[in-house]
């Protein structure tokens, strides 16, 4: 009795993956499970002749049982989704539209190297747990100057060379000349804590040379919290730029001075050209200066209604366009806003 069960279930065993495979529609899929695995199939049938045996041998035809029919069930399962597949790739066909048009073959665009930087970079602090916010380009004096702990006839206004826009009273209305703005709004719209970053385009009273330009981008970020400190900062920063540039990357902060920051510094890298060793890009010093940070201000704070004593933060910011020409070994800022193909076609996304 033992070695009939036994032949059977090594037939089973050996028969199942060729039957399974046959089955070319769904329906002979679920006719070859049924004759199998069903209530009258042959596992099924083998189980009744079972209690006829002893412990022993019931036990070890009741072990090859299952593991026949956990192979069975397995080669069902990856039959099954090849049918589903090919039933649905048949579906989509029936139902395709063909919506070209006879024209001739144009090459696909892609986007510009400066959004590709920004999405970058966006990725990465995304990944490192900060929100993304926005906000309008035309701004109001008192976001993009008195807030930020910049006054009227402060000596600090002289560091942007602001466009104003002829809307209102004289020099009330301009083009924002950063992206710090951003942070006024999220801080007076939103309760902290605050971990966010602001992509956007930015307006000055430029020359266009070959680093400098009336329109480029700039990407800040701010964190407001409870006990927040400048060693956040700093790991934060290196933090985003092993992310960013790679391992062998490393960022330092030299004393500076912002307005709205105190106390505030200059945010620099190892050279990603030299890694730091020293080269022309870098004038051989190793490193390349990106941006500035520094803690927030506590008169930041009280002009959004936060409590100086309970909340601390610190905010960073740099430009877009110009960490796209360092990462890409561009030497002309003017090349990213003429529009030239052959300059836009090296950089596909």
């Known amino acids: 009795m033992t070695d009939d069960i036994t032949r059977t279930v090594q037939r089973i065993a050996a028969e199942a993956p060729g039957r399974v495979a046959a089955a070319a529609t769904l329906e002979e899929l679920r006719a070859v499970e049924g004759e199998l695995l069903g209530k009258k199939g042959e596992l099924t049938a083998l189980k009744k002749g079972m209690g006829a045996l002893d412990p022993e041998a019931r036990r070890a035809a009741g072990q090859a049982m299952n593991e026949v029919r956990a192979s069975v069930e397995a080669a069902i399962a990856a ?34 190297l400066v959004t590709q930087t920004m999405d970058r970079l966006v990725d990465v602090f995304v990944g490192m747990g900060f929100t993304v916010a926005e906000g309008p380009e035309v701004e109001t004096d008192w976001y993009n100057f008195e807030a930020l702990n910049i006054p009227a006839a402060h000596p600090a206004r002289g560091m942007w060379d602001t466009l104003y826009v002829d809307l209102g009273d004289p020099e009330t209305v301009l083009l924002r000349t950063h992206t710090s703005p951003v942070q006024i709004r999220v801080m007076t719209d939103g309760e902290p804590p605050i971990y966010a970053v602001m992509p956007g385009r930015v307006y000055r009273r430029d020359t266009a040379d070959a680093s400098h330009m009336p329109v480029f981008h700039q990407i800040e970020g701010l ?95 740099f430009g877009l366009d110009r960490l796209a020409l360092m990462r890409h070994g561009v030497d002309d800022i003017r090349e990213m806003f003429t529009g030239d193909v052959r300059f836009l076609e090296q950089f596909p996304a």
């Open 79 to 112: 039959r099954r989704t090849d049918l589903e597949g090919a039933a649905r790739a048949l579906t989509l066909a029936a139902e395709r539209l063909d919506l070209t048009e006879a024209v001739e073959h144009r090459q696909r665009g892609s986007l510009h």
């Open 223 to 317: 964190v407001v919290d409870r006990g927040i400190s400048f060693a956040d900062l700093a790991g934060t920063l290196e933090a985003f730029t092993s992310a960013y540039f790679g391992g062998s990357i490393h960022s330092r902060l030299r004393p500076s001075y912002f307005p709205f920051t105190e106390p505030s510094a200059e945010y620099d890298i190892n050279c990603i050209f030299c890694e730091g060793r020293g080269c022309r890009t870098c004038g051989q010093t190793g490193w390349l200066e990106l941006g500035g940070c520094g803690m927030v201000h506590p008169n930041v704070l009280r002009n959004v209604g936060l409590d100086a004593e309970e909340w601390t933060g610190f905010a960073f910011g």
